[in-house]
């Protein structure tokens, strides 16, 4: 496992920390570092196929980001995947919980794993929790 591995727990579904979550994983992915995204409780939602869905913001940045031209999470945790060594997976937990299943969600995540083997794999990484 690599030094530069960036692991990134993302939880919650406010725009601020998708959005920084998303950047984190997108500039690390093609900066040539190994990334490993899990998606849990609030932030899984924005991840089932057709889910459009504007996600809330917490303050004053979030609206700000609003108005602007910048690449929404769900484009930058694509492209990191696409154009680096990005893995997104989803919690199996909250599959259950919110009665998603694998075929729900986006093409570009892996299949589901559950928390123990994310942190698993995780252990020789930077841990970043949004």
């Excluded at 579904?13 to 490993?36: F, H």
């Excluded at 991840?47 to 690449?71: C, D, L, T, V, Y």
């Excluded at 942190?119 to 970043?128: E, I, K, M």
Aim: proline content about 3%; some cysteine; aromatic content about 8%.
């Amino acid at each position: 496992m690599s030094a530069s591995k960036i692991c990134v727990v993302v939880v919650s579904g406010s725009l601020e920390r998708l959005q920084m979550a998303a950047m984190v994983a997108s500039v690390a992915a093609v900066s040539g570092q190994e990334v490993m995204v899990f998606l849990s409780m609030n932030a899984l939602p924005y991840f089932a196929k057709g889910n459009i869905s504007k996600a809330p913001h917490e303050g004053e940045m979030g609206r700000i980001m609003e108005g602007k031209k910048i690449p929404e999470f769900r484009t930058l945790f694509e492209q990191a995947v696409e154009l680096g060594d990005a893995k997104i997976y989803p919690c199996s937990m909250a599959m259950d919980v919110l009665g998603i299943e694998q075929v729900g969600l986006e093409g570009y995540l892996e299949s589901a794993t559950g928390l123990t083997k994310f942190l698993h794999d995780a252990q020789d990484g930077q841990v970043w929790t949004f």
